[in-house]
């Protein structure tokens, strides 16, 4: 059965960087577009954008394109997320979710941002 | 960026009522490619958001037949019929069609 399986949940100081892990198990992972989305603490979702796993293209929300960086490792069938320079605001559960339609997604890792 | 409206924010049923939720786009959502990608999820409380219908009307795999989408171009609704316990939570749908891809900003579902 199709699994993401996220890191777990990460407290980074102010400034730094963090990267979220997202292993996908069940599927041909190079088949299925990777897609990042944000949740804050009791608000809606927002999308930083996907990965294509065969091609590593990426598209990016204008939003979050200086903040994040998406890659995979096709030998281990993980996707990553590198959020960088990392301020309160960055502080929310990250969500990996697999092809156009998000039919499948990870447990979600918490950052919290704090010094 | 596409804004997508939904209405009402909060939704209180009793177990078997049927309920709609609506979701407004400020932009037509056809694609030049003839779909409509507009997709509806439920969050429970604690978990991951699920993937409830996609592309306005189809019924994504396992999910009951009690879940309905219909709509077009910029006005979409989701349909409950005969509401269960396990329901509740927070809806949203999302609309992949313009890019950033943009979600709304949920229903609350509640069971009395």
């Known amino acids: 059965q199709v699994n993401l399986l996220q890191s777990g949940a990460a407290l980074v100081k102010p400034g730094a960087s963090v990267k979220l892990s997202c292993k996908a198990s069940?599927?041909?992972?190079?088949?299925?577009?990777i897609h990042w989305v944000k949740q804050s603490h009791g608000k809606s979702l927002e999308w930083i954008g996907y990965?294509?796993?065969?091609?590593?293209?990426?598209n990016y929300n204008e939003k979050f394109k200086n903040k994040a960086t998406l890659t995979v490792d096709k030998s281990t069938n993980t996707a990553y997320m590198d959020l960088s320079r990392l301020t309160s605001e960055d502080s929310a559960t990250y969500y990996c979710?697999?092809?156009?339609?998000?039919?499948?997604w990870g447990q979600g890792v918490m950052v919290t941002v704090s010094s | 960026d596409v804004l997508l409206t939904q209405t009402p924010p909060t939704l209180s049923a009793t177990i078997g009522q049927s309920v709609s939720i609506s979701c407004r786009s400020s932009?037509?959502?056809?694609?030049?490619?003839?779909?409509?990608?507009l997709n509806w999820f439920l969050q429970r409380p604690g978990q991951s958001p699920q993937l409830l219908i996609y592309?306005?009307?189809n019924l994504e795999s396992g999910v009951p037949n009690r879940f309905s989408g219909s709509g077009s171009e910029t006005d979409f609704t989701l349909k409950i019929s005969g509401v269960e316990a396990e329901d509740l939570g927070v809806y949203y749908c999302?609309?992949?069609?313009?890019?950033?891809?943009?979600f709304g900003s949920g229903t609350k579902l509640e069971i009395k």
């Open positions: 990965i294509n796993p065969n091609s590593d293209y990426t």
């Open positions: 069940g599927y041909t992972f190079t088949d299925y577009y």
């Open positions: 979710s697999r092809n156009y339609y998000f039919d499948y």
């Open positions: 932009q037509s959502l056809l694609d030049g490619d003839g779909d409509t990608y």
């Open positions: 999302m609309q992949a069609t313009h890019a950033p891809l943009t």
């Open positions: 592309s306005v009307s």
